[in-house]
């Protein structure tokens, strides 16, 4: 177990429609980090936060969009669901500063 | 950014057998992971490693920072070593967030 809390597990929905991924860093980390991996694009860094405030931006789509809370937790919103948005979704988080990721389980998106 | 090259993209072992899996970088990196995904999708940090080399139980990891490259060593591997081994380094241009490899797959056959 890394610490890192993701829900939902699995998460099954139709084109067109909005989901909300959380994550719960693991206690005293204050970065999160999303990644994106699909069958054709490999592990894919998406967005950082840093004790509430946007860090880095990788491949983050513009339907796409995340924040972090005060209490650090965080969201990743995806909307106009397509197909190939289909993917698992992870959340990592990270002391400072070795910035070693610890991941979660991930939330597997259907989206048909 | 930061390319990260990994080899061989397959392995098939025997049960038992030793193996090297093999990680290139393109840039000088102060930091470096690798992850074995289970086949339930779970990514498992095996190593933090920048340089040196640092063993825990049948794997050892080996970082030549100077040389750009890492090494995993599996030794008597065992069915549940099956998965894709991930090694990842930061990339200064995305807030030095980790780039990851392709992996490598590697599957123990009783």
């Known amino acids: 177990d890394s610490g890192v809390t993701q829900t939902p597990k699995h998460l099954i929905t139709a084109t067109g429609q909005r989901v909300t991924l959380r994550c719960s860093p693991r206690?005293?980390?204050?970065?999160v980090y999303w990644y994106q991996q699909s069958l054709d694009q490999g592990l894919q860094f998406l967005i950082q936060?840093?004790?509430?405030?946007?860090?880095a931006k990788g491949n983050i789509l513009e339907r796409f969009s995340a924040q972090q809370f005060p209490d650090l937790h965080s969201e990743l919103n995806l909307s106009s669901l397509e197909l190939g948005d289909s993917a698992l979704y992870f959340c990592?988080?990270?002391?400072?500063?070795?910035?070693?990721?610890?991941f979660g389980e991930g939330s597997r998106l259907t989206v048909l | 950014g930061i390319q990260v090259e990994q080899s061989p993209p397959d392995l098939i072992l025997q049960e038992g057998a030793n193996s090297t899996l093999r990680c290139n970088f393109s840039?000088?990196?102060?930091?470096l992971q690798w992850f074995h995904q289970n086949p339930w999708g779970q990514l498992i940090n095996l190593f933090y490693?920048?340089?040196g080399t640092k063993q825990n139980g049948r794997l050892s990891a080996t970082t030549v920072a100077t040389e750009r490259y890492s090494l995993l060593y599996i030794s008597s591997s065992q069915t549940t070593d099956s998965g894709v081994y991930f090694c990842a380094a930061p990339n200064s241009n995305s807030g030095y967030a980790l780039n990851f490899g392709k992996g490598t797959s590697l599957l123990v056959t009783p």
């Open positions: 490693i920048p340089s």
């Open positions: 990592a988080s990270s002391p400072e500063p070795t910035r070693e990721l610890f």
């Open positions: 840039d000088s990196v102060n930091n």
């Open positions: 936060y840093y004790n509430g405030e946007e860090r």
């Open positions: 206690s005293g980390d204050l970065s």
